[in-house]
């Protein structure tokens, strides 16, 4: 990762900008402490990749033992 002072990211944001467009993070630094990261934009396109990669995440914090949403629903439960 890049680190670059807030004057320099001011007088070099065009260069900055594409060098981000390339996959490159920048860490902007003030009097020597990060205050800013610019990073590329993922695409907000959802593929049924993101999806199944999405649910199998949600998956991983479901406890066991807890009940399925069918069992909630033939309690009469709402979820």
Do not use: C
Request: charged letters at 30%; hydrophobic letters at 35%.
């Amino acid at each position: 990762m890049k680190q670059i002072g807030a004057y320099e990211a001011k007088v070099h944001l065009s260069e900055l900008l594409d060098q981000v467009a390339q996959g490159e993070t920048i860490l902007i630094t003030k009097k020597g402490k990060p205050v800013a990261k610019m990073v590329p934009v993922e695409s907000d396109e959802w593929t049924w990749e993101k999806i199944v990669h999405r649910l199998y995440q949600l998956r991983k914090n479901v406890k066991p033992g807890t009940p399925s949403i069918r069992e909630m629903i033939e309690e009469g439960r709402r979820f």
